[in-house]
């Protein structure tokens, strides 16, 4: 070459390089302004760089990447985000970046699409935009356990490799398992408890299994016991039969086996009869092992009926008298009995006719002619009656442990449960134990369902066509109201109790309501939250008590007392004008007082009335008083006090009345005032205190114009 080794130079010539080697620290100068062609090999030493636009290679033939190192790096402003490298042979594609994906991502009709996702984060984790097709195999594989899926011929495959169990989940609950030995498990203990269900042609429970009740049904969608069969149409319910291929007396049997003992079974056989001379037979048997031929019933296509024995074997039906069946005037009877010395028989008698089946004695019974029986049990013409010829006959009906949980005492016309002594017309007994109650009767009123009104009642009356002396009564008010316990005379209630704890009484016109009628010596309480005498009645004495205590206070035959801790004793409103909030009387008495006040068992003053009038008595015994003293400021206080003229803010329509301001008051004659200026309450005064002041005043008043008097006649002497 005659001009130099240049970039510039080689782009502006548009030159072909031949020798194929070109290296950077020879190649430099201006940007390119041409498209050079490059015939052979370009070796760079160092960076190709590109400060702005794109960098294109474009080649006639095959672009190929010889990294003798072994990777080929991809970065984003010089940050490593992937490399292809050769690994060991192997052809390795590396997302350089932590937890991010790697995303195949195709055009679909003009649209891009992400048809594979391998999720980093989840160590790999591939998911496919659609569909995933396998020509071979698909291997799932962990440590321990090879599972596949594979299609063959007509026909799809999947399982394990491995001596392992295939399980089926549904909602991450396994609910099917296939075990390696063959052994399929459905609704496995311990995993989800799901019924199973079987579908026919028509049917949607052809076969049930109800795995909350731990039953089977066939044909049957509620099950009511462990093997429940429904038959269809005409069909019998359970169809068993013996092979054609089985000749002499084939058997098609029914077997059940006691569960504690193996060697116990009762059978149920039809036999054809082929060989036994028979035309067929149906049997029941009971077996035990080591006994054979042990038939307790058999029924043959001839007609004739075997109990016990066997085909060719004799009867066992053992009979210690007479068993008779006759026909006697319109019924017939089964017999069963002995015939005593004398020649009369009295067997147990089974009386069949007119609709009704009776169980009893005959009484000189014969099995050609009859004779009279002795009823204990009848049943028929949709009645069960005992004992109904009225004999001195008990009836008892046995429990676990009580030999007469249910009795009727025929003797004496009473019943008893649990009582083998009933000394009531009904007499419940059952032993509750210390310091325990329980329940002896419940009346249920239908079903379980709330409803409005809902209840029931026991009624007792003294002739049925009578209105009913008496009734108790419970019932509910609306669906979700109150419980009511109602004590009703002659269809009046005249008492009520609710769950609340109400209690109410309702008298006729003119009556009372009364505790305690024969003035016995009880007490009558009534309870709050939180006292236990919130009212209470001294029955010794007729002391009645309202607050918190029993027996503060004063005391006596017929006092009334109110005692509390805090707050009103005595709280009362009245909203209707033209009425007293009380009124009191007493009739009788000249003088009484209406009102006593005491402190600490002091007496601090009192009310009291007469004929004439009303006084109001406060304390001033000289006994009480200590620091005796004559007011000296009397008429400082008096000028220092200001009457005033005011209207009340509760009743501005109301005149003016005259008074004294409290805070102002307060100053001069404390004792007078109540209640602090800005506290909680209102200041209030007590008018009659302020009496010995305006006393005191006037005597001053009255001395001075005494002196003055003096004083005058004496200048008028002169």
């Known amino acids: 070459m005659s001009k130099a080794r240049t970039l510039a130079n080689l782009i502006s010539d548009n030159a072909e390089l031949a020798d194929g080697q070109i290296s950077v620290a020879e190649v430099v100068g201006a940007a390119p302004t041409a498209s050079p062609t490059f015939t052979g090999n370009i070796g760079v030493a160092g960076n190709i760089t590109n400060a702005s636009g794109n960098l294109t290679l474009d080649v006639a033939g095959d672009i190929i990447l010889d990294a003798d190192g072994g990777d080929i790096t991809l970065r984003d402003g010089g940050v490593d985000f992937g490399q292809i490298r050769n690994q060991s042979g192997d052809f390795v594609f590396q997302s350089g970046t932590s937890d991010k994906d790697i995303k195949f991502i195709g055009n679909d009709g003009g649209s891009d699409v992400t048809a594979l996702t391998l999720d980093m984060s989840a160590a790999g984790a591939a998911t496919f935009n659609s569909n995933v097709s396998l020509t071979g195999t698909l291997y799932v594989d962990n440590s321990t356990t090879n599972g596949f899926l594979s299609a063959g011929s007509n026909i799809l495959n999947f399982g394990t490799t491995s001596n392992d169990t295939l399980a089926f989940y549904a909602n991450n609950t396994n609910h099917m398992k296939l075990k390696p030995d063959g052994e399929v498990i459905l609704n496995e203990t311990g995993n989800a ?110 007609g004739k009926t075997f109990f016990g024995g066997y085909i060719g074997g004799p009867s066992r039906v053992n009979v210690a008298g007479t068993l008779a069946i006759t026909d006697n005037a319109g019924g017939q009877s089964l017999l069963i009995g002995n015939q005593d010395s004398g020649g009369a028989n009295n067997p147990f008698v089974i009386s069949v006719g007119n609709g009704r089946a009776t169980f009893g004695n005959g009484n000189s019974w014969s099995s050609s002619s009859g004779g009279t029986m002795t009823s204990h049990l009848s049943i028929g013409n949709g009645t069960v009656v005992v004992n109904e010829d009225g004999n001195d006959q008990d009836f008892r009906v046995e429990s676990d442990d009580v030999s007469h949980m249910l009795f009727v005492d025929a003797n004496n016309n009473r019943v008893g449960v ?162 007293h909030v009380i009124n009191m009387q007493q009739i009788g008495a000249t003088t009484s007082n209406f009102f006593y006040f005491s402190k600490n068992g002091g007496g601090r003053g009192s009310i009291s009335v007469s004929t004439t009038g009303t006084t109001y008595n406060t304390t001033s015994d000289r006994r009480l008083k200590d620091n005796i003293e004559p007011i000296a400021d009397a008429t400082d206080k008096l000028m220092s006090m200001k009457p005033v003229t005011h209207t009340w803010i509760a009743d501005p329509e109301a005149p003016s009345v005259h008074g004294f301001i409290a805070q102002e008051m307060q100053e001069i004659v404390p004792e007078a005032v109540s209640g602090e200026d800005g506290g909680e309450e209102m200041m209030s005064m007590d008018y009659g205190r302020i009496t010995p002041v305006l006393v005191a005043a006037l005597q001053e008043a009255t001395n001075e114009i005494k002196a003055l008097k003096q004083r005058v006649s004496e200048l008028e002497a002169i």
């Not at 029931?456 to 008010?477: H, L, M, N």
């Not at 939180?530 to 017929?558: E, I, L, P, R």
Request: charged residues 20%; negative net charge.
């Open 193 to 302: 408890e799901g019924d199973l269900r079987v579908e026919s042609d028509s049917n949607s429970h052809m076969l049930f299994v109800d795995a909350g009740q731990n039953k089977v049904g066939v044909n049957n969608s509620n099950p009511t016991a462990t093997f429940d069969v429904i038959a269809t149409g005409s069909r019998p319910g359970i169809y068993s039969r013996s092979p054609a291929s089985q000749s002499a007396q084939t058997n098609s049997q029914l077997v059940l086996i006691d569960s504690d003992n193996a060697n116990l079974r009762a059978n149920f056989m039809v036999e054809d009869g082929t060989g036994s001379g028979s035309n067929g037979s149906m049997q029941i048997e009971v077996t035990e092992a080591g006994v054979s031929n042990d038939r307790d019933l058999r029924i043959q296509g001839s």
């Open 418 to 579: 649990a009582e083998s002594s009933p000394q009531a017309p009904l007499h419940v007994r059952t032993n509750s134990g210390a310091d325990n109650t329980v329940e002896l009767l419940r009346l249920d009123c239908g079903s379980n369902v709330h409803q409005s009104g809902k209840g029931g009642k026991i009624q007792f009356t003294d002739i049925d066509v009578y209105t009913p002396t008496a009734e108790i009564i419970a019932r509910r008010e609306g669906v979700s109201g109150n419980s009511h316990l109602e004590f009703s005379l002659r269809n009046n209630v005249r008492l009520a109790l609710t769950n609340q704890g109400r209690f109410t009484t309702t008298p006729v016109a003119g009556g009372h309501t009364v505790f305690n009628e024969g003035g016995v010596n009880a007490e009558f309480r009534v309870e709050s939250d939180n006292n236990t005498h919130a009212f209470y009645v001294d029955g010794s004495n007729g002391a009645k008590y309202f607050g918190t205590g029993t027996n503060q206070g004063t005391t006596g035959a017929g006092t009334f007392n109110i005692v509390v801790d805090g707050g009103d004793a005595i709280n009362l409103q009245h909203n209707v004008d033209g009425n």
